[in-house]
């Protein structure tokens, strides 16, 4: 009988453990997933966790967020005052996509739109407009006044009168991925690459519209850096035209595709 009870007993913990193991671990990943609504009618005194409690700035968002959340914007146009950090990763996207929802850095010096360095960092359909990479107020400084990347993902945008300083108008890369975007009327005052500048092997841009951008110095549409190399890819039928530079380059007036047996390139002007 007292050999039942203990085995009954053992049985009832076990499920008991089991069942607490699950709770534990929903707790544990309860955090991850959680989308924080931004609206322009919305009050940074709410929770953000629906569209009816939404907050109104993205700066009090992004205090917000961790490890996979989301940040959910709606129509309208986000100004911002200071650059939007993707150190973790968190998505960063909206309701109806670019055409629809503008992130705008009012073209003040030193003030770029987004800056990313983790892998998990997404950036999907947003207009990101007006950000200066110029000035030693942004760190990193003069490169990239509407993205500048290390790593993640930007995709479904509109990249549009952004400036770099230096290098990479509308986006500045050293890793990560450009794809299905348009890239247009970016500049860099100073040197290369008004539509985007790659500087590191891993860099990707894909299927994407590279127009009307310019530069100082060569490439107007696109700047390739030693560090970039041939190693870096530009492919899917990215279309380049009219980016005035002082001379035409790979990285000037041209469409690229990286070849499928060598790290090469296949340059078509047109």
Known sequence: MNRRLVLSWGRRAMASMSVLSVLLLSAQTTH??????????????????????????????????????????????FAITAQINLTNAVTFTSTNGWAYT???AGNIAGRRVFYMTNEGAVIDGLTIMRGNGDGSSVNPKNNGG???MAAGRVQNCLLTNNIGFTHGGNVYMTGGTV?????????????????????????????????????VR???????????????????????????????????????RKLPDREQYRSQLL
């Open 102 to 104: 503008t992130v705008d």
């Open 179 to 215: 794809s299905n975007c348009t890239l247009t009327k970016g500049s860099a005052s100073y040197d290369q690459g008004g539509g985007v500048y790659i500087s590191g092997s891993g860099a990707v841009v894909q299927n994407c519209t590279i127009r009307n951008n310019s530069s």
């Open 32 to 77: 991850a997933g959680v989308r924080y609504h931004v609206a322009t009618n919305g009050v940074d005194t709410a929770n953000g966790l629906s569209w009816a409690t939404a907050l109104v700035t993205i700066s009090n968002a992004m205090t917000r967020v961790g490890e996979g959340d989301t940040v959910m914007l709606s129509n309208g146009t």
């Open 218 to 256: 060569e490439g107007g549409g696109i700047g390739i850096g030693a560090g970039g190399g041939n190693r870096s890819q530009l492919y899917d039928y990215g279309q380049l035209r009219r980016e005035p530079g002082k001379r035409r380059h790979l990285h000037g007036d041209w469409a690229c």
């Open 146 to 148: 509407g993205v500048w």
